[in-house]
């Protein structure tokens, strides 16, 4: 039995490593949480980090192949404080690279002298309207259970993406508090270090007035990442916020200054000289306007809050259905219903496909897709058995959805299922020979 003692004091020693682990603080000037995102001007890319200490906030960079770290560039560090009860404090770095050559490969680490990030690299947007932008999207993964991470980490690394939406629910909990938030980005660096990783916000944003979400990421234009455009190949890409129609104890005044803002970016894309330039309109939301999900969620209503607006607000808030058909959206993604659902071209709750034949060549209305399965801890939703006419394919089966814009008039989508080793499962091609208004007619 004496011999048995270090065994015991081993095992007891095992037992409390984890502890002895957790009660380690971390390096505070080292840089964590590396994620890339798109400026929105040609040539550019945000380099976006967390330190728990306040440091320098410089990248140093070199086109693959070239001296290393021969460029640098230096950007700012915003104090960010949580309102849970802790008021943890953190740094978050947001760095601009410019005048990058287009498709062209880079290196590059982040940081200060009192602590580098690993070596990443990225590809630097093609800015050519002629470019054929390959995109994954999806929306609801989360830190436990995230099940398509593995597969879109291979995906990313084998260069397969140009960028990455991610449609709200950067789901890591019931809500993004900050300790849970720190882990989900930590564990999305992995992709999002590689790819311009887009965003919109979803519910589970929403703690404490969305300040995680708008604290943390760096889209384009001066919103606090709730809602910007951006363009890139054929297409004119908006991101918006859902949200506003259902957290009205923020304000009404997003939900309007959102649909006034929408009004006129859609206004300016349709400008003839820029809507031929860019004739594919694609907009990304959390919150679908229709799906076929047995929740009682928002989109399961025929007078859906996002597509119809809602009459008990004062005014009166303005849906976005109507919006989007009259300035000729083309494609809607969305995501939230933890399922994935291709609807046919449907407005005013009714199908106007192209033709019987191929219902997406000339379709008369947008094209909706809802892909909210990529994996999360509320694992998938159940499909209502009687769906209504415009619901076209649905699938439970966990995965993500991928995109390439191709040219002016043809648009490849794509579900991939995690659950059956990356198996595609559902395809469609969108052809447009026309785009706006006017293709509906």
Same mark, same amino acid.
């Given at each position: 039995s004496v011999n048995m003692l270090p065994v015991h004091a081993a095992c007891a020693l095992l037992?409390?490593?984890?502890?002895?682990?957790?009660?380690?603080?971390? $390096?505070?000037?080292?840089?964590?949480?590396?994620?890339?995102?798109?400026?929105?001007?040609?040539?550019?890319?945000?380099?976006?980090?967390?330190?728990?200490?306040?440091t320098e906030s410089k990248v140093e960079?070199?086109?693959?192949?070239?001296?290393?770290?021969?460029?640098?560039?230096?950007?700012?560090?915003?104090?960010?404080?949580?309102?849970?009860k802790e008021k943890r404090k953190m740094f978050i770095h947001r760095v601009t690279l410019t005048s990058l050559k287009p498709a062209a490969s880079y290196v590059y680490h982040c940081g200060s002298d009192e602590g580098w990030s690993d070596v990443f690299f990225f590809t630097a947007l093609n800015d050519s309207t002629s470019f054929s932008p390959r995109f994954a999207f999806y929306g609801d993964l989360g830190n436990e259970n995230p099940q398509s991470?593995?597969?879109?980490?291979?995906?990313?690394?084998?260069?397969?993406?140009?960028?990455?939406?991610?449609?709200?629910?950067?789901?890591?909990?019931?809500?993004?508090?900050?300790? $849970?938030g720190d882990e989900f980005m930590?564990?999305?660096?992995?992709?999002?270090?590689?790819?311009?990783y887009m965003t919109c916000p979803g519910n589970h944003e929403a703690t404490y007035n969305f300040s995680n979400?708008?604290?943390?990421?760096?889209?384009?234009?001066?919103?606090?990442?709730?809602?910007?455009?951006?363009?890139?190949?054929?297409a004119h890409i908006i991101s918006i916020s859902t949200e506003v129609y259902f957290y009205l104890k923020f304000g009404l005044d997003l939900l309007f200054k959102q649909y006034e803002w929408l009004e006129k970016d859609l206004e300016e894309a349709n400008k003839p000289e820029n809507r031929a330039a860019r004739?594919?309109? $694609?907009?990304?939301?959390?919150?679908?306007m229709y799906c076929s999900d047995d929740d009682q969620d928002d989109c399961t209503n025929f007078d859906s809050y996002v597509r119809l607006g809602r009459n008990d607000t004062k005014p009166p808030a303005p849906g976005l259905e109507d919006l989007f058909y009259?300035?000729?959206?083309?494609?809607?993604?969305?995501?939230?219903?933890?399922?994935?659902?291709?609807?046919?071209?449907?407005?005013?709750?009714?199908?106007?496909?192209?033709?019987?034949?191929?219902?997406?060549?000339?379709?008369?209305?947008?094209?909706? $897709?809802?892909?909210g399965s990529a994996g999360c801890r509320e694992r998938t939703d159940k499909f209502n058995p009687n769906p209504k006419e415009w619901s076209a394919f649905r699938s439970t089966d966990y995965g993500y959805s991928r995109m390439q814009v191709v040219n002016g008039t043809h648009l490849y989508l794509e579900q991939v299922s995690d659950d059956q080793y990356g198996k595609v499962i559902d395809s469609i091609w969108v052809v447009k020979e026309k785009h706006g208004f006017s293709a509906w007619v």
């Open positions: 037992f409390v490593a984890p502890l002895l682990v957790l009660g380690v603080p971390p $390096i505070w000037t080292q840089p964590e949480q590396v994620h890339l995102s798109y400026g929105g001007v040609p040539g550019s890319m945000v380099v976006t980090w967390t330190t728990f200490n306040k960079y070199s086109l693959l192949g070239a001296q290393l770290f021969e460029l640098s560039a230096r950007g700012d560090a915003t104090l960010f404080v949580d309102s849970g991470l593995a597969r879109l980490q291979k995906d990313t690394q084998l260069g397969m993406y140009d960028v990455i939406l991610h449609i709200g629910n950067l789901c890591p909990n019931r809500y993004f508090i900050i300790q $849970i930590r564990q999305i660096q992995s992709i999002a270090a590689y790819v311009p979400y708008r604290n943390r990421f760096s889209m384009p234009g001066q919103t606090e990442s709730l809602w910007y455009s951006w363009n890139l190949g054929s004739p594919w309109i $694609i907009t990304m939301g959390h919150r679908p009259r300035y000729g959206v083309d494609v809607e993604l969305w995501a939230h219903e933890h399922t994935y659902e291709r609807l046919w071209p449907v407005y005013g709750d009714k199908v106007y496909n192209g033709s019987k034949e191929q219902p997406y060549v000339n379709p008369k209305a947008p094209v909706h $897709i809802i892909t």
